[in-house]
């Protein structure tokens, strides 16, 4: 389908965030950001997953104005240590080694720009606390042999082979999961996300 025939353009190529918007029924198309800015490490987790977002959603917005395009970011923290996406096997099981046994955040930023936005477009951030089962390093291994860590921040994916590894969740599943769900529909629609 043409993005110009589409109402919302998702600016990113995150199966995860497909299957949000497709259980939103949002109708969409996937035009992902060439070039994904880097996290600021000055600002606050909750600023920073939006400024990623807004990079990569004003991206997008700039090759098709007048459309309204939506971006998100997704990092996790656990003893003021941002975790993005694994480089490499290694870094996975270094992710997952900080996690187990104990609870972190998950911060998701998102931005929209297009019609009836600010200029600069608006968004929002959301935040979840995941708490871990403890881990052998034989259970990480294996986890990591799925294939699963590599493109997820924290090396993990609450929705596949990772929820076994998950003791329990405060705040939104799909935040942890890529997009809050909930919140970006309300948002959508004009109404309070709080």
């Known amino acids: 389908m043409s993005p110009t025939r ?3 353009i998702l ?3 995150s199966p995860r965030r497909r299957e949000i918007l497709t259980l939103l029924g949002l109708p969409f198309v996937a035009v992902p950001a060439e070039n994904e800015p880097a996290v600021d490490p ?3 987790l ?3 997953v939006c400024a ?3 990079g990569k959603a004003a991206e997008v917005a700039a090759r098709y104005p007048g459309r309204t395009v939506l971006g998100a970011d997704t990092v996790v923290s656990v003893d003021g240590l941002t975790l993005g996406k694994p480089r490499d096997e290694d870094d996975a099981r270094r992710m997952l ?3 187990q046994g104990r609870a972190h955040t998950v911060y998701t930023g998102v931005w929209l720009f297009g019609p ?3 200029p600069e477009g608006n968004g929002f951030a959301d935040s979840a606390r995941v708490a871990f089962f403890s881990l052998s390093p034989q259970e990480i291994d294996e986890y990591v042999a799925t294939g699963e860590p590599m493109d997820k921040a924290g090396a993990y994916g609450i929705q596949g082979a990772g929820l076994r590894n998950i003791r329990g969740i405060e705040g939104d599943f799909y935040t942890v999961m890529g997009l809050p769900g909930g919140r970006l529909w309300r948002f959508l629609h004009g109404r309070p996300a709080e």
């Open 6 to 8: 589409i109402p919302l």
């Open 11 to 13: 600016a990113s190529a």
């Open 42 to 44: 000055l600002l606050p």
């Open 46 to 48: 909750d600023q920073a």
């Open 52 to 54: 990623v977002a807004r």
């Open 97 to 99: 080694r900080l996690l």
């Open 116 to 118: 009836g936005r600010p």
